[in-house]
Every structure is written in structure tokens, then in C-alpha cells.
T-cell receptor
Framework: DQQVKQNSPSLSVQEGRISILNCDYT??????FLWYKKYPAEGPTFLIS?????DKNEDGRFTVFLNKSAKHLSLHIVPSQPGDSAVYFC???????????FGKGTRLSVIA | EAQVTQNPRYLITVTGKKLTVTCSQN?????MSWYRQDPGLGLRQIYY???????DKGDVPEGYKVSRKEKRNFPLILESPSPNQTSLYFC?????????????FGNGTRLTVT
């Protein structure tokens, strides 16, 4: 059973517009959430995270929103740039020594 | 430069021929982990290690072995590779397995088993 779900395998957005990537989770023990970005031929790199005690975390063009009651989080990129084209992975942790659980990823294409 | 280094980047082998993928980090991280990435399946954890001499199974450990004799190295061993282990493999490390310690990934090893 998949605990972290990214239901959109791909997303296309025009340059300058907002990109919204969604992630749903089923495990209510998850209390920390992260987004990783992956370019071809490279490993994933950490982008932004949020603790369950918050509902929003912002870093420059990137904002992550957490809705605990809906077990849903989203990553907003504003404005989107062609360099943002990558695969984005949502990940969740139940804390302590429990491993990160990753979603399947969403491929974002930002079109100039 | 702080990094996780995997070798080799590409490997083609035949069924049953033992192989090792090396992973080394220079950040004095306690936690290290191996993942495989397959189309439509995302990143799945194979094995992880909380510290030297401490290893544990992830979600898909079958067919793999690991060792953690030194803090910086965490090799992935395939004793008898099979075609279903054809995949893209990533090693990762973090200071600790704690919420405020994001993973640092290597650049991946693409393995093909024929």
C-alpha cells in the first residue's frame, strides 16, 4: 500500500505562471514532509520541507502548504522558470529512526 | 566539496556475476541509505544504516547486501544479480535520521543485468 501518493505523473506549465504539485499521504504518523527535485543524470536534491506543526513554509519562489486534516500537501512554484523543469518527489517521515517514504514523483515541464 | 560519490556510474553485467557498487560520503554523516528508482515506482529504499556496524532492511532488500565497516563507506553488494535488478541506484546520506537532516544523494548508478 502506497503511503505517499503523487497522483499526477506529469505537469506542464508556461514560464512565469504558477506550478502546483500535489502529494497525498495515508499514514497519520507522518510528521515531517520534504520535497526533492531531480534533474536527469543527477541525484535528487533537497528543495524544501515542512513540519506538521506548521501549515506553510516559504523559501523564495517555493512554498509548501500542508493540510493535515486532508493529509495533503502541495508545492507551489511562483513564477515558474524553465530551469524548474525536473522530477519532483514528495517524501514523508514519521520521525525518530523511521525511514523516509517517497512518492513516485511528478515530472514538471516549464515551457518558455 | 561536500558530496556523496557512487561508483561506477554505469554498469552492464550478466546474471549471476557478483558485483559491488561503492558509495562514499565526506560529510561525516551517520545515516546512509540505498535506493532504487524504477519507472512508475519512484524511489524505494533497499537498505539503510544508522551508524557504523548498524544496518537494516528497507522496503526492497531481497537480492542485496550491504556493509558499514567505516562511517564514510556504504557499499551495495549484489551476490547473484538478476535481470529484475536492472535499475537506477542512488546512495544517500544525512547527518542523522532526523527530521531536520535532509538526505544528500549521489549521482546514481545505472545497472543493467542481462
Amino acid at each position: 500500500d502506497q503511503q505517499v501518493k503523487q497522483n499526477s505523473p506529469s505537469l506542464s506549465v508556461q514560464e512565469g505562471r504558477i506550478s502546483i504539485l500535489n502529494c497525498d499521504y495515508t499514514n497519520s504518523m507522518f510528521d515531517y514532509f520534504l520535497w526533492y527535485k531531480k534533474y536527469p543524470a543527477e541525484g535528487p536534491t533537497f528543495l524544501i520541507s515542512i513540519s506538521s506543526i506548521k501549515d506553510k513554509n516559504e523559501d523564495g519562489r517555493f512554498t509548501v502548504f500542508l493540510n493535515k486534516s486532508a493529509k495533503h500537501l502541495s508545492l507551489h512554484i511562483v513564477p515558474s522558470q524553465p530551469g524548474d523543469s525536473a522530477v519532483y518527489f514528495c517524501a514523508a517521515s514519521a520521525g525518530g529512526n523511521t525511514p523516509l517514504v517517497f512518492g513516485k514523483g511528478t515530472r514538471l515541464s516549464v515551457i518558455a | 566539496e561536500a558530496q556523496v560519490t557512487q561508483n561506477p556510474r554505469y554498469l552492464i553485467t550478466v546474471t549471476g556475476k557478483k558485483l559491488t557498487v561503492t558509495c562514499s560520503q565526506n560529510m561525516n554523516h551517520e545515516y546512509m541509505s540505498w535506493y532504487r528508482q524504477d519507472p512508475g515506482l519512484g524511489l524505494r529504499q533497499i537498505y539503510y544504516s544508522m551508524n557504523v556496524e548498524v544496518t537494516d532492511k528497507g522496503d526492497v532488500p531481497e537480492g542485496y547486501k550491504v556493509s558499514r565497516k567505516e562511517k564514510r563507506n556504504f557499499p551495495l553488494i549484489l551476490e547473484s544479480p538478476s535481470p529484475n535488478q536492472t535499475s537506477l541506484y542512488f546512495c544517500a546520506s544525512s547527518l542523522r535520521q532526523l527530521n531536520n537532516s535532509p538526505l544528500h544523494f549521489g549521482n546514481g548508478t545505472r545497472l543493467t543485468v542481462t
